[in-house]
């Protein structure tokens, strides 16, 4: 350990240029296990990042579940107005979120949150921003009953689509039978959401040897993402995430707003004002970022980290506390515009799905549903 760590220091100090003498993209142009060394703090636990290995396999998914589930998504029967599907808030032309500040749910009130985007959901353990529910089986059930977003009962939901002629055909090829209950409709939903993964970036490329794919600003830029910018202390691993829940200082405590994250489902103190660290694969694609939405400006995000988010010190008691991993990073505008550059070869726009025909409506009924969720609700 104190080896690797001397290691560290050093190619810290040397800058850019190896004892060989080979440039910085030189020492990028390697298989990831040569790349200069990453720097986390001590006690941090990082895996390198790097293309997604596929889903492990689960037994509840089909390709005819998966079928079933992307109607459903895009069904807005399964709100309690019967105007507000999935896809009304998880929209593949706004990176699969809905490119709101935060959400606006039943009746059009506005939620708390950030939709999240739902690429590469199914590699999490701990599902939404306070990690509240246990993988895509336990949550698909949530957005359904909650007052704030679909606001439904899920029988009322059940016997609806029960009473949907063309969906026993589907339950049928799903599942066996047609009989609809709220299990089959979680696990087709999952199913779907499941399939949402983000294609192969320019950087995977990069890191499976294709070393064209990034300039050298991007290297640079990955570069310091893996060391002087800190990122690799909690965007680490394929999925740039750790799963874990850090305070970085975004919460307007003791205001109208106030939002204490993970503490609202541990209960425990250390953990107010404490995200899952989000993924930021696709991140360009996918804002306003951040749980509340503050920022719809990217660079501002970046200049943010680079002040160890001052603004958050505050010594109120109670407050949340400051993740010690927060800390000013003294990267000048060329470097920030580096780690921009960098961040944008981890994912490109996702491309467009096209809503499904739904069951039990004709052709122009479903067209005039995909129009509402298209443009009505956003
Ligand atoms: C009214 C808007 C809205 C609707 C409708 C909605 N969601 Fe969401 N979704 C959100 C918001 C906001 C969050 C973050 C919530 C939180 O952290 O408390 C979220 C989070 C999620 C996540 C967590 C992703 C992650 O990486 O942790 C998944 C999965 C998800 N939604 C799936 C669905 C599914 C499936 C449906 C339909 C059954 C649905 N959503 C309906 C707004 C919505
Ligand atoms: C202490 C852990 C930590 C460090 C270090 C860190 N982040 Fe984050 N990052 C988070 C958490 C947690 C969130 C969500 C915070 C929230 O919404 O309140 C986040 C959010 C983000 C977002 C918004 C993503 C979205 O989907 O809304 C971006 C972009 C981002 N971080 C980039 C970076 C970059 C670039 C670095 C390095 C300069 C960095 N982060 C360093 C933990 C960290």
Avoid at 159 to 170: C, D, F, P, Q, S
Avoid at 197 to 212: K, L, T
């Amino acid at each position: 350990m104190r080896v690797r760590l001397l290691i560290l220091c050093l190619v810290a100090l040397n800058g850019v240029q190896a004892k060989d003498g080979a440039s910085l993209a030189e020492q990028y142009w390697r298989t990831p296990s040569e790349w200069p060394a990453f720097i986390v703090d001590e006690g941090v636990q990082a895996e390198e990042i790097g293309p997604l290995p596929s889903l492990p396999s689960v037994s509840w998914h089909t390709p005819e579940s998966e079928e079933l589930g992307k109607l459903l998504f895009f069904d807005p029967r399964l709100s309690g107005s019967g105007q507000l599907a999935c896809a009304s808030c998880h929209d593949s032309q706004l990176g699969w979120g809905d490119g709101r500040r935060v959400s606006a749910g039943h009746d059009r009130r506005a939620g708390q949150r950030n939709a999240m985007t739902l690429l590469n959901a199914a590699y999490f353990d701990h599902l939404f921003w306070d990690g509240r529910a246990q993988g895509l089986l336990d949550q698909a059930l949530q957005p359904i009953q909650s007052p704030l977003e679909m606001n439904a009962e899920l029988e009322v939901v059940v016997e609806r689509l029960a009473n949907t002629a063309g969906y026993h055909m589907r339950f049928e090829s799903a599942f066996g039978s047609p009989v609809v209950s709220a299990e089959r409709i979680a696990q087709s939903i999952a199913s779907f959401v499941r399939s949402l993964v983000s294609s192969r970036s320019r950087f995977d490329r990069f890191a499976q040897g294709d070393y064209e794919r990034l300039t050298d600003e991007e290297i640079e830029g990955l570069h310091l993402f893996r060391t002087r910018a800190r990122c690799m202390n909690c965007h680490s691993g394929p999925l740039f995430s750790d799963g874990q829940f850090h305070h970085t200082g975004l919460s307007y405590y003791g205001r109208r707003f106030e939002d204490l994250g993970r503490f609202h489902v541990t209960g425990k103190a250390q953990d107010r004002g404490k995200f899952r660290t989000p993924t930021l694969r696709n991140v360009r694609h996918t804002g306003p970022w951040m749980h509340n939405g503050l920022f719809d400006d990217f660079t501002g995000i970046l200049r943010m980290y680079n002040h160890g988010i001052t603004f958050a010190a505050r010594s109120k008691p109670g407050a949340p506390v400051l993740s010690p991993l927060i800390r000013p990073l003294g990267l000048n505008d060329r470097e920030i515009a580096a780690l921009e550059a960098f961040l944008d070869t981890i994912g490109r726009r996702p491309p467009f799905v096209e809503p499904p025909v739904l069951p039990g409506l004709t052709e122009s009924d479903s067209g005039a549903t995909s129009e509402f969720l298209s443009t009505g609700t956003h």
